[in-house]
């Protein structure tokens, strides 16, 4: 189970910080994700973490405004947003993959469990 929490309410330029906690899985084997949905828009994905945290990928649209990072302690992945701008409103949801190992293929079919998802609404 994932539990997408953190988003709200921001003016452009401003910061978030979304959080995901997991549970029912052991969270250090598998790789987490973000994927952000737009009204009227596909679910585009948004950043990847590997199961060890030491890489990182990223969507060109979030790439050098956005980090993604975990505490397999805590069982928690985070996404740090900075400089939001209002095209980043959209709901936002963390996942994970079915297999326990770290994938290459970012897209919405290759992640399995979806959490319910958090709102980030950016205004100018």
């Known amino acids: 189970q994932l539990q997408a929490s953190g988003g709200g309410l921001v003016q452009a330029g401003e910061s978030l910080r979304l959080s995901c906690a997991a549970s029912g899985r052991t969270f250090k084997n598998y790789m987490m994700g973000w994927f952000r949905q737009a009204p009227g828009k596909e679910r585009e994905f948004v950043a990847a973490?590997?199961?060890?945290?030491?890489?990182?990928y990223y969507g060109d649209s979030v790439k050098g405004r956005f980090t993604i990072s975990r505490d397999n302690g805590k069982e928690t992945a985070y996404l740090q947003m900075n400089s939001l701008r209002p095209e980043d409103t959209a709901v936002y949801y963390c996942?994970?993959?079915?297999?326990?190992?770290?994938?290459?293929?970012?897209?919405?079919?290759?992640?399995?469990?979806w959490g319910q998802g958090t709102l980030v609404t950016v205004s100018s």
């Open positions: 996942a994970s993959p079915e297999v326990p190992r770290d994938i290459v293929a970012f897209t919405v079919k290759g992640f399995t469990f």
């Open positions: 973490i590997s199961r060890s945290g030491r890489h990182t």
